[in-house]
């Protein structure tokens, strides 16, 4: 099946800090990929999607500007968590899919602590 | 209201038991549903599909009414194994809407 990775699993920062997470689709392109963050026992909730190549469109209630998505490849997404703070700290995964596919595959998600 | 509605659970239930999840959708025009599962600080995984015909794959049965924008699932023959949080998914083009998950717990 589709593989989807995603570094690092965990990550522990200072408020203040930026932080990097990448999204790999490792046996397929991914033409879409989807960023997800899940608060404790809570659902997954949509923060944007990305397309190769453009720009990412972020749910209401995003910020874009706080939170940097990159698609620059089919097979890489990144976002970054701009100026994190505590309440940053959350569950953060991405999903892929590829053309015609119906199905997304997931990634095994990051582990965000902002102290 | 929220887009995906789900049972709050939790459920716990004693092995070999019978169990069985609803979710209710609010966009009429939602195109495709699947059920996944997902384990504490894990990643969700498809389960199954759901199409109005309903469908099976062992032990678990998935139904879909349309008409009344309702999703179930059914888990016989509960095992251990099956101890997760079940997800309701929604999808519209690319958009793919997640219930909060249902706690499911299967004791000896």
């Known amino acids: 099946g589709a593989v989807v990775s995603q570094h690092p699993s965990r990550v522990i920062c200072k408020s203040g800090t930026s932080v990097k997470i990448e999204c790999r689709s490792l046996d397929f392109q991914a033409t879409t990929m989807f960023w997800y963050r899940q608060f404790p026992k809570k659902s997954l909730m949509l923060m944007a999607t990305s397309n190769e190549g453009s720009k990412a469109t972020y749910e209401q209630g995003v910020e874009k500007d706080k939170f940097l998505i990159n698609h620059a490849s089919l097979t890489l997404s990144t976002l970054t968590v701009t100026s994190a703070h505590p309440e940053d700290s959350s569950f953060y995964i991405c999903?892929?899919?590829?053309?015609?596919?119906?199905?997304?595959?997931f990634g095994p998600g990051t582990r965000l602590t902002v102290l | 209201r929220k887009e995906v509605e789900q049972d709050p659970g939790p459920f716990n239930v004693p092995e070999g038991a019978t169990v069985a999840f609803n979710c209710t959708y609010s966009?009429?025009?939602?195109?495709?549903f699947f059920w996944y599962r997902q384990d504490c600080r894990k990643e969700p995984k498809l389960l199954m599909s759901?199409?109005?015909s309903g469908n099976e794959d062992g032990r678990f049965t998935a139904q879909l009414n349309r008409a009344s924008q309702y999703i179930s699932l059914l888990i016989r023959d509960s095992k251990l194994s099956d101890s997760a949080t079940y997800l309701c998914v929604v999808k519209r083009f690319n958009d793919m809407r997640f219930g909060a998950g249902t706690r499911l717990t299967v004791k000896p």
């Open positions: 999903s892929a899919r590829t053309s015609g596919w119906d199905e997304q595959f």
């Open positions: 759901v199409y109005s």
């Open positions: 966009n009429s025009a939602s195109q495709s």
